[in-house]
């Protein structure tokens, strides 16, 4: 019987714990001549490795959402002015909006800026998502409209 108070234990731990007994009755029950109770152990033993597994995979789904978590926290944005995103760290160097907006976020970094025509652009290595900063002729500045289908 463990000391630990069953609030400060992981599932992982848990679980563990309860294969670690499924398999202390399943060697019991080999000691013993009832076919019936054998088969039985031995499925609920599979059962509990079973479910380990599960844990486990859920476990390493929680540490990577968990990951992902922490990433969102990092961005702030979008701006009002062009509908950038950006680091905490890095306030100077926009965050793509569509990347960072997509079902699977992904933050990128926008290009450089150039000029192309009479505009100031930067665009997406990634998903090639281009942005007009700045007109020329008279500084019209165009900001996009960011949301969930942009």
């Excluded at 702030?76 to 306030?91: A, I, Q, W």
């Excluded at 569509?98 to 970094?109: H, I, N």
């Excluded at 090639?128 to 969930?148: A, P």
């Amino acid at each position: 019987m463990s000391i630990i108070p069953q609030a400060a234990l992981t599932t992982v731990q848990i679980v563990s714990g309860l294969a670690a007994s499924a398999k202390n009755a399943v060697d019991l029950a080999k000691s013993t001549s009832n076919n019936e109770l054998k088969g039985a152990v031995s499925e609920l033993y599979d059962s509990v490795l079973d479910v380990k597994a599960r844990v486990l995979d859920l476990d390493e789904e929680v540490r990577a959402l968990k990951a992902q978590l922490a990433t969102r926290e990092e961005i702030t944005g979008p701006d009002e002015h062009f509908g950038y995103f950006y680091l905490r760290s890095r306030p100077n160097e926009p965050l793509c909006p569509k990347c960072c907006q997509s079902a699977q976020p992904s933050p990128t970094f926008m290009g450089p800026r150039y000029k192309q025509g009479s505009y100031i652009r930067r665009t997406c290595p990634v998903c090639n998502f281009s942005h007009n900063e700045d007109c020329e002729s008279g500084g019209n500045r165009r900001s996009i409209q960011v949301g969930l289908w942009s």
